[in-house]
């Protein structure tokens, strides 16, 4: 029977990666038309695996399983690469989007994520632990993650710090 099933999986089980999905926000909108109000769904949901990839996704559509269907496709696609070492950052950093400005910064083992909801949505699904954040002017979830996305994609791997002041990874990360 294994052999049966596995001529139908695309992928096999050791290859299939699980995902870290969590909704950031559900919005509804309606727009009134001759026989009433016509409601609509958008969804906002980050996608990660746990271990330094994270993505986000934006998805529309009139049924709400629907909406959150395509904005966790669109998530998928847009993986991006997290530079985490023993569960934080490599170095602070400020990530801005339009009015909003996210504050993310690496702490000491044990301290955990503090972080507004929608910024630690974000660094779960990386599988960041530790680390300090603050969420500057709009509180906007849209504009908060797109400014989280912003300061991750400024954010250099350990590596290129250490060479970057003359270190070695040891002696940086201590």
């Known amino acids: 029977m294994e052999e049966h099933q ?11 990666e699980e995902y870290i999905e969590k909704l950031v926000t559900l919005n509804r909108t309606s727009k009134t038309v001759k026989g009433g109000r016509r409601m609509a769904f958008s969804a906002l949901t980050v996608v990660g695996d746990g271990k330094g990839r994270v993505g986000y996704g934006l998805g529309k559509a009139n049924d709400v399983s629907e909406a959150i269907k395509k904005s966790i ?43 507004g909801g929608t910024v630690r949505a974000i660094m779960e699904a990386a599988g960041a632990t530790d680390l300090l954040s603050k969420s500057l002017g709009s509180s906007s979830a849209v504009n908060v993650v797109r400014a989280t996305f912003d300061a991750i994609s400024k954010l250099m791997d350990a590596k290129k710090v250490a060479a970057n002041r003359g270190k070695t990874l040891d002696e940086l990360w201590g």
């Open 73 to 115: 496709d669109k998530a998928k696609r847009s993986l991006v690469t997290v530079p985490l070492k023993n569960g934080t950052l490599p170095h602070d950093v400020v990530g801005k989007y339009k009015s909003s400005s996210v504050l993310v910064k690496p702490a000491c083992s044990g301290t955990g994520l503090i972080a």
């Open 6 to 16: 596995k001529k139908f999986d695309k992928e096999p089980k050791e290859k299939r």
